[in-house]
């Protein structure tokens, strides 16, 4: 929407997520996924339950939710990440009343058995092996109707703090990747809920602005192309695989016929999947302000496409205190987007989309004028603030700018009342003529004539006992995800013919429809572990 998450900060989550697991077991097993070697949390990796068809994706802590019902009937839970060996844990094994860790291995030997057997053959270039898998699409990736139920969620990061955080439960109706999906996709909401039990903040909630404006959140440097829709709607649109025909976000354009033009690619060492071995390719774009990072991770048996990482950076901006991105440069976040597929009955379904980017809040200035009155009697100019006003910065008359009718008037004096939160402000002219324009200034006020041409004041300079500048906003750095976690694909499944769908052109969480299934219990919200700051 990573600005890669400061390591320094992802290890105050993964303290806190430990301290408050126990008070939110409930009626769930809780659990988080680390690497064996480095300790590190395991993000996006594939929890499910075993000959079920369901399952979750691991939060970026690690950390997962499965209900306790599932204990109950004994079933086993298979873990798979890319770059890991695939874990299958007997359920009845958690416990319900701690923390439950668990270590995924570095799948680096089945690599090796990957690489050494069979006859060696040619070595394919990576656009080779990029331009099979495009080409493949059709079929490796269903063109048949589908449907998936899943986790949705929106939320920002402030800090340590998930803010703003909705959830839902969806069922995704896709008429096959020969469809266009914009046009033809229906949703059900079988559930949604805007989470208290996190932190709200209603201007972080407000419509993207893609340049300064006061009160607003603001995209620099970036343009999200008005397609329509909810929230929903656009995070479909930023899955450039499902979208291959058309065009999806920056610089991988239509993925189909764009990326192989447009970046350049290098082969570096091969993952595995879930046992699969996969070709893992590097493709890069460098502009005039921006830089562009993907990587894919290739089937070697098929061409399919399992997963798809892109990230976009600004050139002209620099992350503070020396802090690296994932990428090994000091540049800032504009966005980034991950998309993983899984097969299932030999075609591939979305496994999860995460689309990520950072925005800034601006704040409005805590420090400002109250009132400005032309004082003929004292022939002066009365200002008003809403604070004390630092005595330094109160008499120094280079911070203020006075105009009459276009013209500048010198200050003889500045002087800050006993009260400190209001200055006087006396014209070096003669008192006649103060008196005079003071007069006119008031007569011009009471008949609510005043305008910049007749009188302006300009404040610099000038902050209050708690260190606040006159009228200066600030901005705070949010991050903001939308992600979908599939938990269950349904092939060969046509949307009903009712009409209670979402409706795309409004919030997804506002006045929609909500029906649930008969069989709603078998799905949950993988929400994420509350910490000591929510």
Request: proline content about 4%.
């Amino acid at each position: 929407m990573q600005k890669r998450l400061p390591i320094n900060l992802l290890l105050l989550l993964l303290l806190l997520v430990s301290s408050s697991a126990l008070s939110q077991q409930g009626e769930y097993i809780v659990g988080k996924l680390l690497d064996a070697k480095t300790q590190e949390p395991v993000a996006f990796a594939s929890i499910r339950i075993k000959d079920r068809a369901l399952g979750i994706i691991s939060n970026i802590d690690g950390s997962f939710k499965i209900p306790l019902k599932y204990k109950e009937y004994g079933d086993i839970i298979e873990i798979s990440s890319m770059g890991y060996q695939t874990k299958e844990i007997l359920i009845f094994d958690f416990s319900i009343f701690e923390l439950n860790n668990v270590r995924l291995q570095p799948a680096i030997w089945q690599l090796q058995e990957a690489i050494v057997t069979g006859k060696k053959k040619r070595e394919l270039s990576a656009r080779q092996i990029v331009r099979k898998a495009l080409r493949a699409i059709p079929d490796n990736y269903p063109l048949e109707p589908f449907s998936m139920v899943g986790y949705y969620r929106d939320y920002q990061l402030d800090s340590l703090q998930y803010v703003n955080l909705n959830e839902a439960i969806l069922e995704v109706y896709d008429q096959g990747f020969d469809a266009m999906d914009s046009v033809t996709t229906k949703v059900k909401i079988y559930d949604y809920l805007e989470n208290t039990d996190f932190k709200r903040d209603s201007m972080a909630l407000r419509s993207y602005n893609y340049k300064f404006k006061k009160g607003r959140k603001v995209i620099d440097n970036a343009f999200l192309s008005a397609y329509g829709g909810n929230e929903f709607t656009i995070l479909r649109v930023h899955d450039a695989i499902r979208n291959h025909k058309v065009s999806s976000y920056s610089f991988v354009h239509r993925l189909k016929s764009d990326v192989l033009s447009e970046h350049r690619f290098k082969r570096i060492p091969d993952t595995y999947f879930d046992g699969e071995p996969l070709y893992t390719i590097r493709f890069t774009k460098l502009l005039l302000n921006y830089s562009a990072y993907g990587t894919m991770y290739i089937s070697k048996r098929n061409f399919a496409i399992h997963k798809m990482d892109y990230t976009v950076y600004d050139l002209k901006k620099k992350l503070p205190n020396g802090l690296r991105n994932k990428h090994e440069t000091e540049n800032e976040l504009i966005f980034e987007i991950t998309t993983s597929y899984q097969p299932k009955n030999d075609k591939m379904f979305l496994n999860y989309i995460s689309f990520h980017n950072t925005f800034q809040l601006w704040d409005p200035p805590k420090f400002v004028i109250d009132y400005i009155t032309p004082d003929y009697v004292s022939k002066c100019f009365v200002v008003g603030f809403n604070n004390k006003v630092r005595l330094q910065d109160a008499v120094a008359l280079k911070n203020y700018e006075v105009k009459v009718k276009g013209k500048i008037v010198r200050m003889q004096k500045a002087e800050l009342t006993d009260a400190q939160d209001v200055v006087l402000l006396y014209p070096k002219m003669y008192p006649n003529k103060a008196e005079q324009m003071l007069r006119e200034i008031e007569i011009a006020a009471r008949k609510k004539k005043i305008t910049n041409e007749l009188f302006e004041i300009k404040l610099t300079n000038i902050k209050d006992v708690d260190g606040n500048v006159i009228d200066q906003w600030t901005s705070r750095d949010y991050n903001q995800f939308r992600e979908f976690f599939t938990q269950e694909v349904k092939p060969l499944t046509q949307a009903p013919s009712d009409t209670l769908f979402m409706k795309k052109q409004r919030p997804i969480f506002k006045d929609q429809v909500v029906v649930k299934p008969d069989n709603f219990d078998d799905y949950w919200m993988n929400t994420p572990l509350r910490n000591k700051t929510n």
